[in-house]
């Protein structure tokens, strides 16, 4: 037990805590955001901390699609077709690292790391593009017009595998690039019917990645334990005061965080444009690139709510467009 109560155990703990709360402000996926803050806290090799995370995830995750199992948001039929699709890919996704990488330890620590900072890219970019999506669909009116689509299986599956793909490589993916596909393909779903289906979905899915990885490397509990136990409160505190916290500012801060969590990975990595290798980053550069980010997203998406007629501040807000209200009163019953 002291090897495992140690100055890295609560720094792991506090980085739970704090990726809980903002889950359960934002109702995003931890991955995105969990899997870039240990490897940067230095607590392992990407590989294990993937696996920690997938671990963890599955933990978690459960109990939110349980909450929506019972309160019947989630729309099984389509979460079948997705896990169909997701599971087995989820499962091959580290054998594929490993294939590619070969045996060497670094090469896989390399790749992973490229691997996940494209995936943090994409998550900032479907998540930005899914915000855009809900705002033309509030333009249009479309509501709960669809609550029972009809099911598409091939595309379905095709979303499915690549969701299941990403998560059993990174980590990252459930929560982003999934749901942007979902509301493509099946744009009358309310958005809590969205989220879960996507949860739902979501559980085997991170098992399934949890399980492969943890076949190939083992399982680190010194970063599993405290993982949890700074993750479930934070969770829990984040979704009581998410009526309180203006959602808008802490979505948008996200897609900045995940974009420049995904280039210091790249960087870090030594990824040719960037290129730092040898762990180490271009701190300036990553600064340069939050405070623009800072001062573009927000004007870009004024200039498409005015696209759209709407001022470029104001209502609807994000957490509007998420249908965040009525995925409270859920969480709450």
Known sequence: MNDLITT?????????????IVVGLTGMGGGALMTPALIFLGVGDASTVVTADL??????????????????????????????GSVPMALLGPWLIREVAGSEPASVDTLLKECIGFALLLAAATYALRLYVNLRRVRGGVGDADPDPFIR?????????L????VGITSVGSGSVIMIALLMLYPGLSAVKLVGTDLVQAVPLVMAAAISNIVINGLDWSILIPLVIGSVPGTILGSKIAPKVPQSFIRRGIVVVLTMSGVALLDKAGWAPLGAGDDETHPIL????????????????GLLRK????????????????????????DAG
């Open 8 to 20: 890295t155990f609560f720094s792991i703990v506090a980085a739970g805590f704090f990726v809980g």
């Open 55 to 84: 671990t963890a995830a599955a933990i978690y995750k459960t109990g939110g699609a349980i909450t929506h199992a019972k309160e019947g948001s989630p729309n099984f039929k389509l979460a079948k077709w997705l896990i169909i």
């Open 153 to 161: 299986p091939l595309a379905t599956l095709a979303v499915g595998a």
């Open 163 to 166: 969701g299941g793909l990403l």
């Open 286 to 301: 990553i600064a340069v690139i939050g405070l623009v980010m800072i001062v573009v997203v927000p004007l870009i998406w």
């Open 307 to 330: 696209e759209q007629g709407l001022p470029m501040f104001g209502a609807p807000t994000v957490a509007e467009l998420e249908g965040e209200k009525r995925r409270r009163q859920i």
